[in-house]
């Protein structure tokens, strides 16, 4: 199976930066999406970008222009660059990997955007 582990989050400032962290291990070599999701208090989780090995990345609407998704092969690590931070941005932030037809989930970095 395959085990991921976010880190990066904190407190960052409106209109700040923050870079997440997705650290992959186990059977990493069969995963064949990675993608990053956000869960704020009282809502669904949402679908923020995602990366298909071999082949382009995909945004939401709300964050497109604004976040980029990026990948370390050799460190096994999925990134998510998080620019121009908004106060709605504040949410745990969690790592997702596609492999052998399985879903895995990372346990979630809290990003809280405030003054």
């Known amino acids: 199976q395959v085990h991921l582990v976010e880190s990066g989050g904190g407190l960052v400032q409106p209109g700040g930066s923050l870079r997440l962290s997705c650290a992959a291990s186990?059977?990493?070599?069969?995963?064949?999406?990675v993608a990053w999701h956000r869960q704020a208090p009282g809502k669904q989780r949402e679908f923020l970008a995602g990366?298909?090995?071999?082949?382009?990345?995909n945004y939401a609407g709300s964050v497109k222009g604004r976040f980029t998704i990026s990948r370390d092969n050799a460190k096994n690590t999925v990134f998510l660059q998080m620019n121009s931070l908004k106060p709605e941005d504040t949410a745990v932030y969690y790592c997702?990997?596609?492999?052998?037809?399985?879903?895995?989930w990372g346990q979630g970095t809290q990003v809280t955007v405030s003054s």
């Open positions: 997702l990997a596609t492999a052998g037809g399985t879903v895995f």
């Open positions: 186990g059977s990493i070599f069969n995963i064949n999406f």
């Open positions: 990366l298909i090995s071999g082949g382009p990345t």
